[in-house]
């Protein structure tokens, strides 16, 4: 299935930009119908949708939504979007969220914006999760973004061992830094780290997965496998939806 929008003037910041991101978002409303309880995703593209859904709100949209991070959560609070917690509305009917990578099979990389613990759970509690994005986070091969891991502060040195050990045995290589914010590390809304690894392209992300939920310093990881349902991808004349099994026309 194919959604036609408006070219963008060549050149334009339009074109590659912000624009992309909200012809995403707003083509992702497609199906948002009042009573639904959504996931709210973080970062600049959930951003977006974030602003489209106020605005449906403000026009008699009635929903609910469950936000990854604090904040996504301010800013639908200030927009007059109703909010829940996972506690009080703990199954979800869709969530909306952005990526920093994904392949034609929706494999995902995500935490760029440093809420990949949240935005996981809130996913796998939601029954379908829809994945906007520009085209240039379309790859044929995940591993180019640098792969966010979050750790537990505690006997970081050790985790960092045993993700450098696991890396080897798959054949992957590549630094790993901690995130910083200025001098310190930076903290997620859990209080955790987070390790960018820089591993380059990862030919086989299950196994990557597999070894991360093993190590026991690690709170969650980048990799979304298994967990998008669909993708609403901006291109620059158009917006297309990509399924799992391929391009859907």
Do not use: C, W
């Not at 996972?86 to 869709?94: G, R, T």
């Amino acid at each position: 299935m194919e959604i036609a929008r408006p070219a963008a003037s060549p050149g334009s910041a339009a074109a590659s930009g912000d624009d992309r991101k909200r012809r995403a978002a707003v083509a992702a409303l497609d199906g948002i119908v009042s009573g639904m309880k959504l996931g709210l995703g973080t970062g600049s593209t959930a951003d977006q949708f974030v602003r489209a859904l106020a605005e449906k709100v403000k026009e008699g949209l009635d929903i609910v939504g469950v936000p990854t991070s604090e904040r996504t959560a301010d800013l639908a609070r200030s927009l007059g979007i109703r909010l829940a917690t996972l506690e009080e509305e703990p199954a979800l009917d869709v969530t909306v969220d952005g990526a920093d990578e994904l392949d034609s099979q929706l494999r995902l990389v995500k935490g760029g914006g440093g809420a990949l613990l949240r935005e996981k759970i809130v996913a796998t509690a939601s029954k379908r999760m829809i994945v906007i994005a520009d085209d240039s986070k379309v790859v044929d091969m995940i591993g180019a973004f640098p792969l966010p891991i979050e750790v537990a502060p505690f006997g970081l040195g050790a985790t960092e061992r045993a993700i450098a050990a696991l890396a080897a045995r798959l054949g992957l290589a590549g630094p790993m830094k901690v995130r910083q914010t200025g001098a310190d590390p930076y903290r997620t809304d859990g209080g955790h780290y987070i390790i960018d690894a820089s591993f380059g392209r990862i030919p086989d992300p299950e196994a990557l997965a597999a070894g991360l939920d093993g190590i026991a310093g690690v709170m969650g990881h980048g990799l979304f496998l298994g967990i998008a349902t669909e993708a609403v991808i901006a291109r620059q004349n158009d917006v297309i939806r990509l399924k799992p099994t391929g391009l859907q026309r």
